[in-house]
């Protein structure tokens, strides 16, 4: 059974940092292209970044770009997301996910395989 894991949300001010995992079982994610989402209440998940198979290619939704970095630890079979100088505007319930057509850097959740069920993420102004 596939599973993936998501930690390290919680309440933080404005500016500040978190680091968000996601360890995996049942799969392994050298296999697997490692996308990140987030939902807000009320709207549709977004794309927020995506590893490759090695953690030699990374993109980043323009939103988060210079602010969050994405990486991998294949020997951990988990995946990371740093979030730095974060916003009000970041909150959200943030997601990972794989996609096992490793040569892409998939954008849009139809995308993807399989999915945690999320950690949540609140940024006080």
């Known amino acids: 059974q596939v599973q993936l894991v998501e930690s390290g949300g919680g309440l933080v001010q404005a500016g500040g940092s978190l680091r968000l995992s996601c360890a995996a079982s049942?799969?392994?994610?050298?296999?697997?292209?490692m996308g990140w989402f987030r939902q807000a209440p009320g709207k549709e998940r977004e794309f927020v970044a995506v590893?490759?198979?090695?953690?030699?290619?990374?993109y980043y939704a323009d939103s988060v770009k210079g602010r969050f970095t994405t990486s991998r630890d294949n020997a951990k079979n988990t995946v990371y997301l740093q979030m730095n100088t974060l916003k009000p505007e970041d909150t959200a319930v943030y997601y990972c996910?794989?996609?096992?057509?490793?040569?892409?850097?998939?954008?849009?959740?139809?995308?993807?395989?399989?999915w945690g069920q999320g950690t949540q993420v609140t940024v006080s102004s």
């Open positions: 996910a794989a996609d096992g057509r490793i040569i892409v850097l998939a954008t849009t959740p139809e995308e993807y395989d399989y």
């Open positions: 049942g799969l392994t994610i050298r296999s697997y292209t």
């Open positions: 590893v490759s198979t090695t953690g030699s290619r990374t």
